[in-house]
């Protein structure tokens, strides 16, 4: 059975960090590019970041209001992606999920994804 687990959320003041870990079981997270995507209430699910798969080179991508202050990465030996986020804004706040995708080319659309964590709040207070 495949399960992606979300941890790491949290409440914390605009300027500052989290760190959000995926863990992976039932699949081996290296075959997959992963994504992070966000909710926040009442909008559409958002793509954040994501990392291609370990023969590719490990390529991340993101979307212009994170680059420069989130960073995914990915530990292929703990099956985990993580998401540095630095410089936290309260246009940050939503629930983030981690997301893993069986296809060859970076997808932020969250139909293109196979598998989904169940999600961690993140909530940026001004």
């Known amino acids: 059975q495949v399960q992606l687990v979300e941890s790491g959320g949290g409440l914390v003041q605009a300027g500052g960090s989290l760190r959000l870990s995926c863990a992976a079981s039932g699949l081996r997270l290296s075959s997959y590019t992963m994504g992070w995507f966000r909710q926040a209430p009442g909008k559409e699910r958002e793509f954040v970041a994501a990392?291609?798969?370990?023969?590719?080179?490990?390529?991340?991508y993101y979307i212009d209001s994170v680059k420069g202050r989130f960073i995914i990465s990915r530990d292929n030996a703990k099956n985990t992606v993580y998401l540095q986020m630095n410089s936290l804004k309260p246009e940050d706040t939503a629930v983030y999920y981690c997301a893993a995708d069986l296809g060859d080319s970076i997808a932020t659309i969250p139909t293109s994804y196979d598998y989904w964590g169940q999600g961690t709040q993140v909530t940026v207070s001004p």
């Open positions: 990392i291609t798969r370990w023969w590719s080179s490990g390529n991340s």
